[in-house]
Every structure is written in C-alpha cells, then in structure tokens.
C-alpha cells in the first residue's frame, strides 16, 4: 500500500492516493511571501503576512519580528524629493474602473496562463489544456482558500491581476517514490516541470515498473519520505515543511500513526529545494 498527501505554497493542495497516510507540501507563495518581507524594518509589511497567513509556517517567527519593530522608534518621514512632489494643485486623478466581479476567464488563453502560473506555485491544475476543468477549478479555489478570498473555482480581474504580480519559485526539488522502496530526490532545479521529471526518471530507472508519486518544494523548503516495511505490507509518506527537522519530524510521525508496525518506521530520504540539506 502506498499514501501520498500532495499539498501546493506552501501552503495548498491535497490528493489522496491508495491506502493511508498523508504528505501536505508547503504553498510557495507563503514561502515567496515571507522571503519578501522578513527583512523588512517596517511593522506593517510583516502585518501584512499575519494577516494573510494568520497559521502558517511562519506566523510564530513573523509575530516576534513585529513585536520588535514596534518597540522601534519610528524613524522621522522622508519628504520625497522635488521631482517626485505633485504639482501644489493637481487634480486628483480619476479612480480607473473596479475590475472586481469582471468575469476573467473567458478566453483559453487566459485560461492557460492560469494554470501555468497556479503550476508554477505547486499547486495540481491536472493537464494545461486551456480549458476550464475541474481539476483547474479545485487548484483555483485552494488559491483563494490561501490568499483569504471566496473560493470560487473562478477567477474575476482583480484576482488575475494577483496571480499575475506573484514572484514565481526560482529553486524546485522533488522527491519521487513508489512501491517497494524506490525513490529518488532532486534538487536546485530552475522549474518545477523539470525537477518533477528529473525525480520521476530516477525513480523509474532504479525500478522500470514502479508509477513513481512525485511531491516538489520550492525555494527553502524541504522534504522527508518516512518509510516502513513488516510482514509484508509497507508503506511512503511524503512530507514537505519550511524546514528539513519539521519534514523529517513530521514524516516519522505520520508513518508511526498509519504503519502496521511503528517500530518499524524509519527515514528513508531527505532533502531541500536548495540544496541546503548537504551543508
């Protein structure tokens, strides 16, 4: 038996595959997000993480940042130099027309770029046809489930105004892993497509009969296959998390609860979408 629990950003899908267990990847535009702002000096650019992800991987971390920055002095306004001050009497510009409501896939085109774009931040589109299916609409709506909007299964202007202004994952990993034990794991990959199929290739070639399942990461975040093998049953459980102790953690923890034998249970592989897990 085999279980595999694939989450999107971090933060994101989930799919059950035969038999129990469970592995949830972290949603990259959680993990983009958060790279973004954790330097940042100003209170309301971490508010503005909590507010999106008020639980998510981050929001202990991000919680003690703002409580710093608000014990800051505040440092005196800047006025912006000359060239960038509005005329004494300038008309206020007119507000340009609402796009929320605005019906925006409509064209198939428009439909691909969506599930390009929702792909390329982990989440499962199913195939990229251009067409409306409903594998596209359950990614849609755990997008909006993660960005705190209604989860449609569609999308209006001003949300594909958004998806288009998220920072795509540069750095993909991949773990791929199917019956008896065969897996494989890749790492600083420059897409997605590619760090699924460098994993999925592996795998098949250490066991030419094995349908590989196959979980990615982006950025920092890493990955665990818990594993376990006793009186003839078995059993993978995949896990992605911000970091390789969570993941590794997490997977011992779900193959312990799910296995026959939980003595039996053990780390098969490990590693990070960076490379990080070989420092």
Same mark, same amino acid.
């Given at each position: 038996?085999?279980?595999?629990?694939?989450?999107?950003?971090?933060?994101?899908?989930?799919?059950?595959?035969?038999?129990? $267990?469970?592995?949830?990847?972290?949603?990259?535009?959680?993990?983009?997000?958060?790279?973004?702002?954790?330097?940042?000096?100003?209170? %309301?650019?971490? &508010?503005?993480?909590?507010?999106?992800?008020?639980? $998510?991987?981050?929001?202990?971390?991000?919680?003690?940042?703002?409580?710093?920055?608000?014990?800051? #002095?505040?440092?005196?306004?800047?006025?912006?130099?000359?060239?960038?001050?509005?005329?004494?009497?300038?008309?206020?510009?007119? #507000? =340009?027309?609402?796009?929320?409501?605005?019906?925006?896939?409509?064209?198939?085109?428009?439909?691909?770029?969506?599930?390009?774009?929702?792909?390329?931040?982990?989440?499962?589109?199913?195939?990229?046809?251009?067409?409306?299916?409903?594998?596209?609409? =359950?990614?849609?709506?755990?997008?909006?489930?993660?960005?705190?909007?209604?989860? &449609?299964?569609?999308?209006?202007?001003?949300?594909?105004?958004?998806?288009?202004?998220?920072?795509?994952?540069?750095?993909?990993?991949?773990?791929?892993?199917?019956?008896?034990? %065969?897996?494989?794991?890749?790492?600083?990959?420059?897409?997605?497509?590619? %760090?699924?199929?460098?994993?999925?290739?592996?795998?098949?070639?250490?066991? &030419?009969?094995?349908?590989?399942?196959?979980?990615?990461?982006?950025?920092?975040?890493?990955?665990?296959? $818990?594993?376990?093998?006793?009186? $003839?049953?078995?059993?993978?459980?995949?896990?992605?998390? #911000?970091?390789?102790?969570?993941?590794?953690?997490? %997977?011992?923890?779900?193959?312990?609860?799910?296995?026959?034998?939980?003595?039996?249970?053990?780390?098969?592989?490990?590693?990070?979408?960076?490379?990080?897990?070989?420092?």
């Amino acid at each position: 038996m085999i279980a595999i629990r694939i989450g999107g950003l971090c933060l994101g899908l989930a799919l059950l595959v035969a038999g129990a $267990g469970g592995a949830r990847a972290q949603d990259p535009t959680e993990v983009a997000f958060w790279s973004m702002v954790k330097e940042s000096k100003r209170a %309301a650019d971490i &508010k503005a993480y909590l507010e999106a992800y008020p639980r $998510g991987a981050y929001a202990e971390v991000a919680r003690q940042r703002l409580s710093e920055l608000e014990r800051m #002095p505040a440092p005196p306004p800047r006025p912006p130099p000359p060239s960038q001050r509005p005329p004494e009497r300038a008309s206020p510009s007119p #507000p =340009s027309p609402s796009s929320v409501g605005v019906p925006a896939l409509t064209d198939a085109s428009v439909i691909r770029e969506v599930q390009e774009r929702l792909y390329n931040l982990n989440y499962d589109v199913g195939t990229i046809n251009g067409r409306l299916t409903e594998e596209t609409r =359950s990614a849609i709506r755990q997008w909006q489930n993660n960005m705190q909007r209604p989860q &449609k299964g569609d999308m209006d202007l001003e949300e594909l105004t958004v998806l288009r202004n998220i920072r795509l994952p540069a750095t993909w990993g991949a773990i791929a892993f199917g019956d008896r034990g %065969a897996s494989a794991v890749v790492w600083n990959r420059g897409s997605r497509q590619d %760090a699924v199929a460098a994993a999925r290739s592996d795998c098949r070639g250490r066991n &030419k009969n094995v349908d590989c399942k196959v979980l990615s990461a982006a950025e920092t975040a890493c990955g665990a296959l $818990g594993f376990y093998m006793a009186g $003839g049953s078995w059993g993978a459980y995949a896990i992605v998390r #911000p970091t390789l102790g969570q993941a590794t953690a997490v %997977a011992l923890d779900q193959c312990r609860e799910q296995a026959r034998r939980p003595d039996a249970c053990g780390v098969r592989i490990t590693f990070c979408a960076d490379g990080s897990h070989q420092q």
